[in-house]
């Protein structure tokens, strides 16, 4: 499985945070953070596909695949953080920044630290999560029959 950006985690923790996400047997259901899109998560055994550009064109897990990771348990990570997420417009962002996803992060976690939230908390739960999807068995395709 290829690796994704680390942004991707952050980008979940929003789609959790504003309750994008519904989730049944072997499938989920994820709004974008502008809330003008939609996809659609599916999974079998150990193979997951996803309707999102990052899942579907570049091969590794995007934001809605570790977004249901992180919901159903795969991957831990501390739900305190979640909450300093919510409401973040992660396409406008990314657009205003050019596309420089670290940019972005940075963006937010500056306005978080100037809030007097502990972003080193945040930044090392984030490092856990993406070193747990460094081990993952799981593949990714672009369908699942």
Request: proline share 4%; aromatic share 12%; charged share 30%.
């Amino acid at each position: 499985m290829k690796i994704p950006p680390i942004s991707k985690i952050y980008e979940a923790f929003s789609a959790i945070a504003d309750n994008r996400i519904t989730i049944t047997k072997e499938e989920a259901i994820i709004k974008s953070s502008d809330y003008k899109k939609t996809y659609t998560v599916k999974w079998k055994e150990n193979l997951y596909a996803s309707t999102d550009n990052a899942t579907y064109w570049q091969g590794y897990p995007g934001y809605p695949v570790i977004a249901v990771w992180l919901l159903t348990g795969i991957l831990p990570y501390n739900s305190d953080n979640i909450k300093y997420f919510k409401n973040i417009n992660w396409h406008e962002l990314n657009e205003k920044n050019k596309r420089d996803y670290d940019k972005s992060i940075n963006d937010v976690l500056n306005e978080l630290a100037s809030q007097n939230i502990d972003t080193e908390k945040i930044e090392e739960d984030v490092d856990n999560i993406y070193s747990e999807i460094k081990k993952l068995p799981f593949q990714i395709a672009r369908k699942i029959k």
